[in-house]
């Protein structure tokens, strides 16, 4: 087993579950609008006792006995403030109903990737932006394939953003064995796995799936008839995302470049071609990623437009808002203020 695959397996598997302790926590912090409104309040009611009173005064009334109702507004109003804040006492299970997609991302790994046409490096970039793919859609799972050869699933699909995250920013490409790129093995692996996944849910209606495969395009594999009439049959979408340029770039190694038999620094290209044909065949799009030109953007919004065609049931633990009772008892406290009255300025 490769490491990759191990060190995915052990963080999507081996994560704890801590469970919150039972106690009073808030929902939302107190804020310049809080502490606004309390102020506005005070002022308000202070200009209320001040107007009676200058009014109870030239009638030599006392005005102050409508301070009495001052302890049960103060009351009623901080506790329309703590439902503001949302008292949060206890956990509960709650279902969520989800429409999501499983995605994909199959990451060149071969030593092409390293060249320097595109600033830091080709895997560099790519890694970067696949990093903010990822933040884009916390709501759907997603798996992490690479390859060079062969392929390895090194994240199986999870909705675990920071397990895949943290395995995205490892990318090397020493984590596969050195060989010659072949484009249809990372594709027959999500085929094999989008199978094993439809086989566990049988009976639930088929999960979306695409396909974002990152490569500069060099494959010298054998031919991709076969994969590409598989991928028609399962109705997954293909995007694929070419990292470098036409102009090319050299292979860094340890003390200087690669180079060939007769000394000359081996230059790597960008084969866009076999690319688009691939992302034509399933009905998805072909984007560039180099210094000059991030079509990232085009990518993420036909990600977005690829609706979830099965709805799951996940479940949440959630803390338990507990407004309604400060909420209930500052309006028992405002009802007894509206019908309980202070005579102040008798005939």
């Known amino acids: 087993m490769p490491y990759g695959l191990a060190r995915a397996l052990s963080l999507t598997s081996c994560r704890p579950n801590h469970r919150l302790p039972a106690m009073l926590n808030w929902l939302y912090s107190w804020s310049q609008w809080e502490a606004a409104l309390a102020v506005a309040a005070g002022l308000l009611y202070l200009g209320y006792v001040q107007r009676t009173v200058r009014l109870a005064r030239p009638l030599s009334q006392s005005g102050w006995r409508v301070g009495w109702k001052l302890l049960p507004r103060l009351l009623a109003f901080a506790l329309l403030l703590t439902a503001l804040l949302g008292p949060a006492y206890g956990l509960t299970q709650r279902a969520v109903r989800t429409a999501g997609k499983d995605l994909w991302l199959l990451v060149d790994l071969s030593r092409s990737m390293d060249a ?22 916390p709501a759907d799972r997603i798996g992490l394939i690479v390859f060079s050869s062969e392929a390895y699933v090194h994240c199986p699909l999870t909705y675990d953003q920071d397990a895949l995250l943290l395995l995205l920013s490892t990318l090397d490409t020493r984590l596969v064995p050195p060989g010659s790129t072949d484009l249809a093995q990372p594709l027959n692996l999500a085929l094999a ?9 049988a009976g639930a209606a088929p999960r979306a799936t695409a396909l974002v495969l990152v490569s500069d395009g060099e494959d010298f594999g054998e031919s991709q008839e076969a994969v590409l009439r598989d991928l028609a049959r399962s109705g997954q979408r293909l995007f694929t995302v070419g990292v470098g340029t036409a102009a090319g770039g050299r292979i860094p190694r340890p003390g200087g470049y690669l180079r060939t038999a007769q000394g000359k620094p081996v230059v790597t290209r960008l084969q866009a071609a076999p690319l688009r044909r691939l992302a034509a065949a399933t009905g998805g799009i072909y984007v560039e990623l180099t210094d000059q ?15 979830g065609q099965a709805q799951q049931v996940r479940t949440v633990t959630v803390a338990d808002n507990r407004y309604t009772y400060p909420l209930a008892a500052a309006l028992l406290l405002l009802a007894l203020d509206v019908v309980l009255t202070v005579t102040v300025i008798k005939p």
């Open 116 to 137: 320097d046409d595109v600033a830091p490096s080709r895997l560099q970039k790519a890694r970067a932006e696949l990093e903010e793919l990822v933040r884009r859609f």
């Open 193 to 201: 796995r989008a199978a094993a996944s439809g086989a566990d849910s």
């Open 293 to 307: 030109r991030d079509e990232m953007p085009l990518l993420l919004r036909a990600l977005s437009r690829l609706e």
